[in-house]
T-cell receptor, first 112, second 110 residues
Framework: NAGVTQTPKFRILKIGQSMTLQCTQD?????MYWYRQDPGMGLKLIYYSVGAGITDKGEVPNGYNVSRSTTEDFPLRLELAAPSQTSVYFC???????????FGQGTRLTVV | GIQVEQSPPDLILQEGANSTLRCNFSDSVNNLQWFHQNPWGQLINLFYIPSGTKQNGRLSATTVATERYSLLYISSSQTTDSGVYFC????????????FGSGTRLLVRP
């Protein structure tokens, strides 16, 4: 059982480039989340989804987009990368509301 | 939005010592979880504990929902306990947003 898988693990982008961070889970979880963690800080919620076709903004959604076409996948899109988006990105999932969340291993993104 | 405050922000222990980490939150919650982020950045779920007390080996947690706080106890600390401990909550209005505190950074010295 792989759990929550994120790709890539590391990426360097130039300012203005775009990319998609991939997240997939094999636990048939309804809820999925994207967080960013800046150095020495806690996790900030970017977007979340309560099921296929349903997404909503979190605390810091600006500069990002998401989609949820299947239960398994929840990609995060950066359209015009900026240095302020340098961070570690975590994807998480949970079965239903009010249960424990499981995290992927993170994607370390640097925008130069 | 809901505020989540953790204390202390930093903690240094000698191996074998006990410690208590605290999480205060500003609104009623129906979900509270404790996570450990190890030095390699991996986040591990320790407890799902919206109320009551749970124990898992040397770790235990208590949430007093009516008073809006949770405590994480670490007994007989080991160097492998080092890392950052996060509390995360979801407000009772079922907004589905799991919001994190800023964490307690723990260093256990041999």
């Amino acid at each position: 059982n792989a759990g929550v898988t994120q790709t890539p693990k590391f990426r360097i982008l130039k300012i203005g480039q775009s990319m998609t961070l991939q997240c997939t889970q094999d636990m048939n979880h309804n809820y999925m989340y994207w967080y960013r963690q800046d150095p020495g800080m806690g996790l900030k919620l970017i977007y979340y989804s309560v099921g296929a076709g349903i997404t909503d903004k979190g605390e810091v959604p600006n500069g990002y987009n998401v989609s949820r076409s299947t239960t398994e996948d929840f990609p995060l899109r950066l359209e015009l990368a900026a240095p302020s988006q340098t961070s570690v990105y975590f994807c998480a999932s949970s079965h239903v509301i009010n249960t424990e969340a499981f995290f992927g291993q993170g994607t370390r993104l640097t925008v130069v | 939005g809901i505020q989540v405050e953790q204390s202390p922000p930093d903690l240094i222990l000698q191996e074998g010592a006990n410690s208590t980490l605290r999480c205060n939150f500003s609104d009623s919650v129906n979900n509270l979880q404790w996570f450990h982020q190890n030095p390699w950045g991996q986040l591990i779920n320790l407890f799902y504990i919206p109320s009551g007390t749970k124990q898992n080996g040397r770790l235990s947690a208590t949430t007093v929902a009516t008073e809006r706080y949770s405590l994480l106890y670490i007994s007989s600390s080991q160097t492998t306990d080092s890392g950052v401990y996060f509390c995360a909550v979801e407000r009772e209005d079922s907004s589905y947003k799991l919001i994190f505190g800023s964490g307690t950074r723990l260093l256990v010295r041999p």
